[in-house]
């Protein structure tokens, strides 16, 4: 299946959130009890609009304009530690369920190292969900710590960090 990547826009916002909705909702299901995915989903699936208009925040588009990935960097961290001069933090990564394994979230962290190593980025940190830790493996990625996240309201959501050197 054909699929472009293209840096997002402020006008992106409604399909990104629904996309992050839907990847979420079924693929965080397996690594997490019900409890906490009914406190967390509302909390990590809207689209940040300050990331849709950062110009290194992707979405993957398909031959008829749907939206099946998103994904970006930033120099700033989202829980606000591990920041230094040279590394870049993975920010809110999401595939459409009916779109894995075909590449999308591979293109989108290419396109992600590309532009921050021009950026003069040397090293990426993720804070990855549970199931995710693989994918970010498989891209490079090596696990540091667990890293439980507190979301507003008090909600922990486990997840790990992990960097990666570019």
Request: aromatic share 8%.
């Amino acid at each position: 299946m054909p699929f472009q990547v293209r840096i997002s826009t402020e006008a992106d916002s409604e399909v990104v959130t629904a996309l992050l909705q839907k990847s979420y909702a079924i693929l965080l299901r397996d690594a997490y009890d019900a409890g906490t995915l009914e406190a967390a989903l509302p909390l990590i699936t809207k689209a940040r609009p300050d990331l849709l208009v950062s110009g290194s925040y992707y979405v993957a588009e398909d031959d008829i304009g749907h939206i099946i990935g998103a994904g970006g960097w930033t120099k700033h961290s989202p829980t606000g530690q591990d920041e230094t001069p040279d590394n870049g933090n993975i920010r809110h990564f999401g595939t459409d369920p009916a779109h894995t394994g075909k590449g999308i979230g591979r293109a989108l962290m290419s396109r992600c190292i590309t532009d921050a190593r021009a950026s003069g980025v040397t090293e990426f940190n993720c804070y990855s969900t549970l199931n995710g830790e693989a994918f970010y493996r498989a891209c490079g990625f090596r696990s540091v710590e667990p890293f439980p996240i507190t979301l507003p309201g008090g909600v922990v959501f486990p997840s790990v960090r992990m960097s990666r050197s570019l």
